[in-house]
């Protein structure tokens, strides 16, 4: 059975950081493509950062850039966000999604976990 | 940046057909792709590049797409089908800002 398990989000002051994980199991977590994605509370879905199965490519959305990073760990199964100079915008809850080796799209999601960004 | 605009919300009869709506520049070359979400669920991928169902999607979600316009129908829609639908342009990781389904 495939699962996704986020962990990591909780209460943060501005300016402060956390380090979100999603591990993984059930399935090949080394040939895909792995993202994250936001959903602030009552708002829609927003795309955050992906990386390639390797690690060796990442890319983020233009609001995250140079505050928040991606990264992997194939050993482990395990994929990471790591938040730097929150803000009360950053507030949401926090998808592991797993894109699809053959097809577009997200084919699996896990459960979240959320981030409030408060002081 | 990249937009994609999507009605905020629809109604429809139960037993009818819904079409969603999701408009960006030149979507059809960008593999759109949608989403249903439940209250208090994550989403779930309906369809893929453009028309594509995966599986386990039941046949009454199909979808469309052309120049600048993607569209997701549902027919003979059911209850069950009362969510939130989000378009995404697989090609560029964007979303539109979902439409709320409500089925009366």
Same mark, same amino acid.
């Given at each position: 059975?495939?699962?996704? %398990?986020?962990? +990591?989000?909780?209460?943060?002051?501005?300016?402060?950081?956390?380090?979100?994980?999603?591990?993984?199991? +059930?399935?090949? @977590?080394?040939?895909? #493509?792995?993202? #994250?994605?936001?959903?602030?509370?009552?708002k829609g879905l927003? #795309?955050?950062?992906?990386?390639?199965?390797?690690?060796?490519?990442? $890319?983020?959305?233009?609001?995250? *850039?140079?505050?928040?990073?991606?990264?992997?760990? /194939?050993?482990?199964?395990?994929? @990471?966000?790591?938040? /730097?100079?929150?803000?009360?915008?950053?507030?949401? %809850?926090? $998808?592991?999604?797993?894109?699809?080796?053959?097809?577009?799209?997200?084919?699996? #999601?896990?459960? +979240?976990?959320?981030?409030?960004?408060?002081? | 940046?990249y937009e994609l605009t999507q009605p905020p919300s629809m109604?429809?009869?139960?037993?009818?057909?819904a079409s969603i709506t999701c408009s960006g520049?030149?979507l +059809?070359? *960008? /593999?759109p792709c949608w989403y249903q979400q *439940?209250?208090?669920?994550?989403?779930?991928?309906?369809i $893929?590049?453009?028309?594509?169902?995966?599986?386990?999607?039941?046949?009454? @979600?199909?979808g469309?797409n052309?120049?600048n316009t993607a569209t997701l129908?549902?027919?003979?829609?059911?209850?069950?089908?009362?969510a939130d639908y989000y378009c995404q342009a697989?090609?560029?990781?964007v979303f539109g800002g979902g439409t709320k389904l409500?089925?009366?």
């Amino acid at each position: 059975e495939v699962q996704m %398990v986020e962990s +990591g989000g909780g209460l943060v002051q501005p300016g402060g950081s956390l380090r979100l994980s999603c591990a993984a199991s +059930g399935f090949a @977590f080394s040939s895909h #493509w792995m993202s #994250w994605v936001r959903q602030a509370p009552g708002k829609g879905l927003e #795309w955050v950062a992906n990386i390639k199965e390797d690690g060796s490519e990442k $890319y983020h959305v233009d609001s995250v *850039k140079g505050r928040f990073s991606i990264s992997r760990d /194939n050993a482990k199964d395990s994929l @990471f966000l790591q938040m /730097n100079s929150l803000r009360a915008d950053d507030t949401a %809850v926090y $998808y592991c999604a797993r894109e699809s080796i053959v097809t577009s799209g997200v084919d699996f #999601w896990g459960q +979240g976990t959320l981030v409030t960004v408060s002081s | 940046s990249y937009e994609l605009t999507q009605p905020p919300s629809m109604s429809v009869s139960p037993g009818q057909t819904a079409s969603i709506t999701c408009s960006g520049d030149k979507l +059809g070359d *960008k /593999n759109p792709c949608w989403y249903q979400q *439940k209250p208090g669920q994550s989403p779930v991928l309906v369809i $893929y590049q453009g028309s594509k169902r995966p599986s386990g999607i039941p046949e009454r @979600f199909s979808g469309s797409n052309s120049g600048n316009t993607a569209t997701l129908t549902i027919s003979g829609t059911q209850a069950m089908d009362e969510a939130d639908y989000y378009c995404q342009a697989w090609a560029s990781k964007v979303f539109g800002g979902g439409t709320k389904l409500t089925v009366l």
